[in-house]
């Protein structure tokens, strides 16, 4: 059973960037692909963005110049380098693992292991 333990949020000013990290107890070589979301108080959880095995990264369009998600397969971890945050921008975030991208729209139902979440304030 993999294990997924988000770290890195916190409390920022608008503008400011933050780095969060998505680290997996299990091997990440072979997952399909990863994926960041976020829910804020009141809302539907939503996506940021998702990675697949190939590399190939999809982001949802209000976070679109402003974030990249990267791997690190030799330390199991995924990336979410976010720039230029914004208070809209405040969530819970959480990565998901194992999961199926298709014609570049990750499938949240197919996602087989969630973390906790990381919480990121922008103010």
């Known amino acids: 059973h993999v294990q997924l333990v988000e770290s890195g949020g916190g409390s920022v000013q608008a503008g400011g960037s933050l780095k969060l990290s998505c680290t997996s107890s299990?091997?990440?070589?072979?997952?399909?692909?990863m994926a960041w979301y976020r829910q804020a108080p009141g809302k539907e959880r939503e996506l940021v963005g998702s990675?697949?095995?190939?590399?190939?990264?999809t982001y949802t369009d209000s976070v679109k110049g402003r974030v990249t998600i990267s791997q690190d397969y030799a330390k199991n971890t995924m990336y979410l380098q976010m720039n230029d945050l914004r208070p809209e921008d405040t969530a819970l975030y959480y990565c998901?693992?194992?999961?199926?991208?298709?014609?570049?729209?990750?499938?949240?139902?197919?996602?087989?292991?969630w973390g906790q979440g990381t919480q990121v304030t922008v103010s």
């Open positions: 990675i697949t095995s190939d590399g190939t990264t």
């Open positions: 299990g091997s990440i070589f072979n997952m399909c692909a």
């Open positions: 998901a693992a194992d999961g199926m991208v298709v014609a570049g729209i990750p499938i949240v139902s197919t996602f087989n292991y």
